[in-house]
C-alpha cells in the first residue's frame, strides 16, 4: 500500500478513535451533510468545539465543506478515505487459520465424517 | 511496515496432495471444511460459490487449476459493501512433503485501490494531522 494511503487510513483511524469526531461522522453518516449549528443540536458539545472538529476533519479529508454563507456551511462526510481505511481493516479481519484447521480435521477424519466448519470468510 | 497486501499461511497436512486437492476444489470438499454449501465450476474463469448457514455467500471466479499443485481464485474482499469491485486472489499451492502435503494459501490484493478512490482519498490531507488534534486538544482543555 502506497505510504500516503497508509495516512489517509491513519488519519481515518485517528479521527475514529475521540468520541466527539466519531460522534460528528456518524451524525453525518446517519443524516447526511449538517452544519455546526445542527450537530450542536445533537451532541452534548458546543458549537465552537464542533466547528473546531469539523475545520480539522476538512482539512484532513475526512468531510467536505458546501459552499455557503459562514455558520450555514454544510459539512459533507467524504466517503473516499474511509474506503481506504475498510482495506486496511479487511486484512486485520481475515482469517485463514481457523478454516486451515478445518481443513486438517476435515482430512484426519475422512471424507465422509461430520463436518466443522471454518467459519465465514 | 506499512499494512500487508498479502497473506500467507503454511499448513503441513497428513494426506497426499491428491486428497487436499479433493477437499479444495471439489464442491463436496468445500462444503465440508470451508463453506455449508459449495458449488464449483472448476477450470480458470469457471465460477464457485460458497454459501454459510449464517448468510454469508462468497461468489469466486476459478483463476489457475493445476492439478495437484496450485489453485487459484479471485473473490470479493470479505467486509467491504457487495457493490466494491475491488477482489483478492487466493492461491493454494500443495507440495508433497514426505507421505503428506505441504499446503500454502496465499491472499493477495488487499492494499489495491479503486480507480479514483486513492487520488480522492488523498487530495485534501497531507500535513501533520496528529500534530493538530494535539494543538486541538490543548486548545479545548483551556476553554
Given at each position: 500500500m502506497p505510504p500516503d494511503a497508509e495516512a489517509v487510513a491513519g488519519q481515518v483511524f485517528a479521527a475514529l478513535a475521540d468520541p466527539t469526531r466519531r460522534a460528528i461522522l456518524a451524525a453525518l453518516a446517519a443524516g447526511g451533510p449538517a452544519t455546526a449549528t445542527d450537530l450542536a443540536g445533537q451532541l452534548p458539545v458546543t458549537r465552537q468545539a464542533i466547528a473546531k472538529h469539523l475545520a480539522l476533519l476538512a482539512q484532513a479529508g475526512l468531510v467536505t465543506a458546501e459552499p455557503g454563507e459562514r455558520r450555514r456551511v454544510r459539512?459533507?462526510?467524504?466517503?473516499?478515505?474511509?474506503?481506504?481505511a475498510q482495506q486496511f481493516l479487511a486484512a486485520l479481519a481475515r482469517d485463514w487459520d481457523t478454516p486451515l484447521g478445518a481443513l486438517a480435521g476435515h482430512l484426519d477424519r475422512g471424507a465422509r465424517s461430520p463436518t466443522r466448519h471454518g467459519g465465514t470468510p | 511496515m506499512g499494512f500487508p497486501d498479502r497473506i500467507e499461511r503454511t499448513v503441513e497436512l497428513a494426506h497426499p496432495p491428491g486428497t487436499v486437492w479433493a477437499?479444495?476444489?471439489?464442491?463436496?470438499?468445500?462444503a465440508a471444511w470451508f463453506g455449508d454449501e459449495a458449488a464449483?465450476?472448476?477450470?480458470?474463469?469457471?465460477?464457485?460459490?460458497?454459501?454459510?448457514?449464517?448468510?454469508?455467500?462468497?461468489?469466486?471466479?476459478?483463476?489457475r487449476v493445476e492439478e495437484p499443485a496450485v489453485f487459484g481464485f479471485t473473490w470479493p474482499i470479505y467486509g467491504l459493501p457487495g457493490g466494491d469491485p475491488r477482489r483478492t486472489y487466493v492461491e493454494f499451492t500443495l507440495e508433497a512433503a514426505g507421505a503428506g502435503t505441504?499446503?500454502?494459501?496465499?491472499?493477495?490484493?488487499?492494499?489495491?485501490?479503486p480507480a479514483g478512490v486513492h487520488r480522492a482519498a488523498c487530495d485534501g490531507n497531507a500535513r501533520g494531522w496528529a500534530k493538530e488534534l494535539g494543538e486541538l486538544a490543548s486548545y479545548l482543555d483551556a476553554a
Open positions: 459539512y459533507r462526510l467524504r466517503s473516499a478515505p474511509m474506503q481506504v | 477437499a479444495l476444489t471439489t464442491a463436496a470438499g468445500l464449483i465450476d472448476l477450470r480458470p474463469g469457471g465460477r464457485a460459490e460458497l454459501r454459510w448457514a449464517g448468510g454469508p455467500t462468497a461468489e469466486l471466479r476459478v483463476e505441504r499446503l500454502t494459501v496465499a491472499e493477495s490484493g488487499f492494499a489495491q485501490l
